[in-house]
C-alpha cells in the first residue's frame, strides 16, 4: 500500500467511525425523546422526537454514503464514488425539510388547543441529557470534518447543531407554557424550530450541490495550490488550472509551461518534481499535469488559456 493510499484509508475508516457515532446517538435520543413526548403531549417536544426520528434515517443513509464513498475507482466510475456524500447529503435536506414542513404545521393547528402540557420536568430532563449527548457528538464530528472534510458528516453535523437550538427551545417552551403560564408558547417555540430546521436544510444543501456541480475550491486554496506549483524554476507558466472536490477527496489539473528545448526525459523529471511537491503539501489531492512548451497555445477559449501565475513569477524575480 502506498503512502496515499494509507492516509485515505485512514480517512475513510475516521469517517465511517463519525457516521457510525450519528447513528448510535440518534437511536438513543430517539427512544429518550419518544417516551418524553408521549407523558409531556408537548407540541415542541414532539417536534424534536420527529426530528430525532429523521435523524436515525438520515445518519443511516449518512453511513452508507461514506461507505460508498470509500469504495475505490472501479471500471465505471474512475474517479472514485466521493459524491455519493453529496448525494446522501441531498437526501438529509429532503427529510429536513419535510420535517419542518410537518413540525411547522402541527405548531399552527394546536395554536387554539388549550390543552395543558402534563410532566413539564420530565420533559426539560430530557432535553438537557439530549443536549449533553449532542454537544459530545458534533465535538466529535468537528474533528472528523476538519481532518476529512466529508461533505456528509457536515451536512449531518449541521443538522445536530440545530439540535442543539432545537433543544434549548424545547425547554424554554415548556418553562414558559407550563410554569409561567404564557399558553401557546408551546405551540410558537415548534412553528420557530420547524424554521430553523427549514434555514439548516438550506445550509446544508449548498455544500452538497456545491460539489455535485464541480465548484471550484475557494480562491486562497487555489493560490495556496499554484504557490507550490510554481515555487519549481523550471516552471514557465500554468494556465487552464482547475479543481473541484469529491467526498473527501480534491481533484486539480493544469497545463503546465517548460522550456521548448528540454528533453522528454528532462520536461518529464520537471513535471514529476512539481508532483512530489503538490503531493507533499496537499496529500488530500489527486493532480493531473499537461506539459506545454513555452508559448504554446492549446485553443481560442480565454478562459483555458488564461494564465494564473504572472503575479507568482514578478514574486520568484
Given at each position: 500500500?502506498?503512502?496515499?493510499?494509507?492516509?485515505?484509508?485512514?480517512?475513510?475508516?475516521?469517517?465511517?467511525?463519525?457516521?457510525?457515532?450519528s447513528?448510535?446517538?440518534?437511536?438513543?435520543?430517539?427512544?429518550?425523546?419518544?417516551?418524553?413526548?408521549?407523558?409531556?403531549?408537548?407540541?415542541?417536544?414532539?417536534?424534536?422526537?420527529?426530528?430525532?426520528?429523521l435523524d436515525?434515517?438520515?445518519?443511516?443513509?449518512?453511513?452508507?454514503?461514506?461507505?460508498?464513498?470509500?469504495?475505490?475507482?472501479?471500471?465505471?466510475?474512475?474517479?472514485?464514488?466521493g459524491?455519493?456524500?453529496?448525494?446522501?447529503?441531498?437526501?438529509?435536506?429532503?427529510?429536513?425539510?419535510?420535517?419542518?414542513?410537518?413540525?411547522?404545521?402541527?405548531?399552527?393547528?394546536?395554536?387554539?388547543n388549550?390543552?395543558?402540557?402534563?410532566?413539564?420536568?420530565?420533559?426539560?430532563?430530557?432535553?438537557?441529557?439530549?443536549?449533553?449527548?449532542?454537544?459530545?457528538?458534533?465535538?466529535?464530528?468537528?474533528?472528523?470534518?476538519?481532518?476529512?472534510?466529508?461533505?456528509?458528516?457536515?451536512?449531518?453535523?449541521?443538522?445536530?447543531?440545530?439540535?442543539?437550538?432545537?433543544?434549548?427551545?424545547?425547554i424554554?417552551?415548556?418553562?414558559?407554557?407550563?410554569?409561567l403560564?404564557?399558553?401557546?408558547?408551546?405551540?410558537?417555540?415548534?412553528?420557530?424550530?420547524?424554521?430553523?430546521?427549514?434555514f439548516?436544510?438550506?445550509?446544508?444543501?449548498?455544500?452538497?450541490?456545491?460539489?455535485?456541480?464541480?465548484?471550484?475550491?475557494?480562491?486562497?486554496?487555489?493560490?495556496?495550490?499554484?504557490?507550490?506549483?510554481?515555487?519549481?524554476?523550471?516552471?514557465?507558466?500554468?494556465?487552464?488550472?482547475?479543481?473541484?472536490?469529491?467526498?473527501?477527496?480534491?481533484?486539480?489539473?493544469?497545463?503546465?509551461?517548460?522550456?521548448?528545448?528540454?528533453?522528454?526525459?528532462?520536461?518529464?523529471?520537471?513535471?514529476?518534481a512539481?508532483?512530489?511537491?503538490?503531493?507533499?503539501?496537499?496529500?488530500?489531492?489527486?493532480?493531473?499535469?499537461?506539459?506545454?512548451?513555452?508559448?504554446?497555445?492549446?485553443?481560442?477559449?480565454?478562459?483555458?488559456?488564461?494564465?494564473?501565475?504572472?503575479?507568482?513569477?514578478?514574486?520568484?524575480?
Amino acid at each position: 500500500m502506498t503512502e496515499t493510499e494509507r492516509r485515505r484509508s485512514i480517512l475513510n475508516n475516521v469517517t465511517a467511525r463519525a457516521a457510525m457515532a450519528s447513528v448510535a446517538t440518534a437511536l438513543f435520543l430517539l427512544a429518550l425523546k419518544g417516551y418524553a413526548a408521549w407523558t409531556t403531549s408537548s407540541v415542541a417536544l414532539l417536534g424534536s422526537l420527529a426530528d430525532s426520528a429523521l435523524d436515525v434515517l438520515a445518519s443511516v443513509v449518512t453511513l452508507y454514503g461514506v461507505r460508498l464513498a470509500a469504495q475505490p475507482a472501479d471500471h465505471d466510475h474512475r474517479f472514485g464514488h466521493g459524491k455519493a456524500e453529496a448525494l446522501a447529503a441531498l437526501f438529509q435536506v429532503a427529510l429536513i425539510t419535510a420535517s419542518a414542513l410537518a413540525i411547522g404545521w402541527r405548531g399552527v393547528t394546536a395554536m387554539g388547543n388549550d390543552a395543558p402540557i402534563t410532566d413539564a420536568g420530565l420533559g426539560i430532563a430530557v432535553s438537557v441529557v439530549a443536549i449533553v449527548a449532542t454537544l459530545l457528538l458534533v465535538a466529535y464530528q468537528k474533528r472528523i470534518i476538519a481532518a476529512t472534510g466529508s461533505v456528509a458528516v457536515k451536512a449531518d453535523s449541521l443538522h445536530y447543531q440545530g439540535d442543539i437550538l432545537l433543544n434549548l427551545s424545547v425547554i424554554g417552551a415548556l418553562i414558559l407554557d407550563r410554569y409561567l403560564g404564557l399558553a401557546g408558547a408551546d405551540a410558537l417555540f415548534g412553528i420557530a424550530i420547524a424554521a430553523w430546521l427549514g434555514f439548516g436544510a438550506f445550509k446544508a444543501s449548498a455544500h452538497a450541490i456545491d460539489q455535485l456541480m464541480d465548484k471550484e475550491w475557494p480562491e486562497n486554496e487555489r493560490q495556496r495550490y499554484i504557490a507550490v506549483a510554481v515555487a519549481n524554476p523550471d516552471v514557465r507558466g500554468i494556465h487552464d488550472f482547475r479543481t473541484r472536490r469529491s467526498g473527501t477527496r480534491d481533484f486539480a489539473q493544469f497545463h503546465m509551461n517548460v522550456d521548448r528545448n528540454l528533453t522528454i526525459v528532462e520536461a518529464h523529471d520537471v513535471v514529476e518534481a512539481v508532483e512530489i511537491a503538490l503531493h507533499r503539501t496537499f496529500p488530500k489531492v489527486e493532480v493531473l499535469i499537461h506539459l506545454d512548451p513555452e508559448g504554446h497555445i492549446d485553443t481560442d477559449d480565454p478562459l483555458v488559456e488564461q494564465d494564473v501565475t504572472p503575479h507568482w513569477f514578478q514574486k520568484r524575480a
